[in-house]
């Protein structure tokens, strides 16, 4: 059986990056030949591309998605993404994110407090949160071919 592997959308090379462009990884993809490929994109999805940069930021209820244009709180439709996307696929052998997305990375997300003060660099992002809690092992992509070579 094939081992099903959630990826971030942008290492296929899908234009859904926050400024329309994409993350395109040949060497990963030629790792990762012969798997299933199940490619997601919470921000895409929730905000539309091209769409304004986001910050993961530590507040009193936890680790929130905050838009660097509004000020806003956009956690909420990328946390809701997550839950959808792993209930619809819940057969998921391994999840390889985007390093450094707030909501893909797995632990090199930038994370600031309410001040804009980097407090950490090796945070994980909303979608990478979710597939944790279940369990699934998850990577950056950059760890992975590391790892994996």
Known sequence: MKKKIAISACLLGEAC???????????????????????????????????????????????RAVSNESGNDLSDPVIAYAKDFFDAHGDIDLFIGKDR??????????????????????????????????????YDAETYLKETV
């Open 17 to 63: 990056r926050y400024d329309g462009t994409d993350n395109r990884n040949d060497l990963l993809l030629e790792k990762l030949k012969g798997m299933e490929l199940v490619p997601f994109c919470p921000e895409d999805h929730a905000f539309g591309t091209p769409r304004p940069t986001m910050d993961l930021v530590a507040k009193e209820e936890g680790v």
């Open 101 to 138: 997305s707030p909501s893909c990375g797995v632990c090199s997300a930038k994370c600031y407090d309410e001040a804009k003060n980097l407090i950490s660099a090796e945070a994980t992002g909303l979608m990478a949160t979710e597939a944790k809690r279940r369990g699934i092992t998850a």
